[in-house]
């Protein structure tokens, strides 16, 4: 099994990250007899079909950490991914060649993995403030990880009904590897902090709602 890594954030919550590598016939052998796999792939795209099998394969992976429950992963109206019954937060990203889980039993959780490439640029007036653009620089890789960070932020909201130029911020962080980002609507303003990491040409950010202001 190609499984990068995984990783313990804090006693609560895990990570995995996994690289596309193997057939579709094995993905499928990775993941619990229980789950009902026909009924979720006909509802992906054919060429997204191994990235949804290997990001399920790494979610049941990871969640044998904290249960050992017959759990089924369900996407809720907002298309969040959830275990029901269980008090499990559950994030889910993919790419072509990686796979992304975070998991926990006590914080919300959002996470996003994008191959960098030229794309965010090409687009980046559709969700970078000039503020934002004055850190990015017209840079691909830092243009791609705003992209990313919004994305975990909108995730992490899970609410959706949010524009993200005008509605998630995203700023530099004195810390290193992190970002701080910013959720807010007419009702709603809050502060999180967004780590991220680059491996294998991708940017990876993630947050765990634990100490947000």
Not at 116 to 138: M, N
Not at 148 to 156: C, D, I, R
Request: aromatic fraction near 8%; charge should be neutral.
């Amino acid at each position: 099994m190609p499984l990068l890594y995984a990783k313990q954030l804090n006693p609560h919550t895990r990570l995995g990250i996994w690289e596309l590598a193997e057939p579709a016939e094995e993905l499928r052998a990775a993941l619990p007899a229980h789950v009902a796999v026909e009924a979720g792939l006909e509802q992906v795209h054919p060429k997204r079909q191994l990235e949804w099998l290997a990001s399920r394969a790494l979610a049941y992976k990871l969640l044998q950490e904290f249960s050992t429950h017959p759990l089924q992963l369900l996407r809720n109206q907002h298309g969040k991914p959830y275990f029901p019954d269980s008090g499990l937060q559950v994030s889910i990203s993919h790419s072509p060649k990686l796979a992304a889980v975070i998991l926990s039993d006590k914080y919300e959780v959002g996470i996003d993995i994008e191959l960098i490439s030229a794309k965010a640029l090409r687009v980046q007036d559709k969700f970078l403030t000039d503020a934002e653009k004055s850190h990015t620089l017209a840079n691909e890789q830092n243009t791609c990880l705003y992209w990313s960070a919004k994305e975990t932020l909108y995730k992490l909201y899970s609410r959706k009904q949010l524009i993200f130029k005008d509605n998630l911020e995203v700023k530099p962080a004195p810390d290193p590897n992190l970002l701080l980002g910013r959720v807010k609507t007419e009702n709603f303003s809050k502060l999180y902090r967004i780590n991220f990491e680059l491996l294998q040409s991708h940017v990876l950010t993630y947050c765990i709602d634990d100490s947000a202001t």
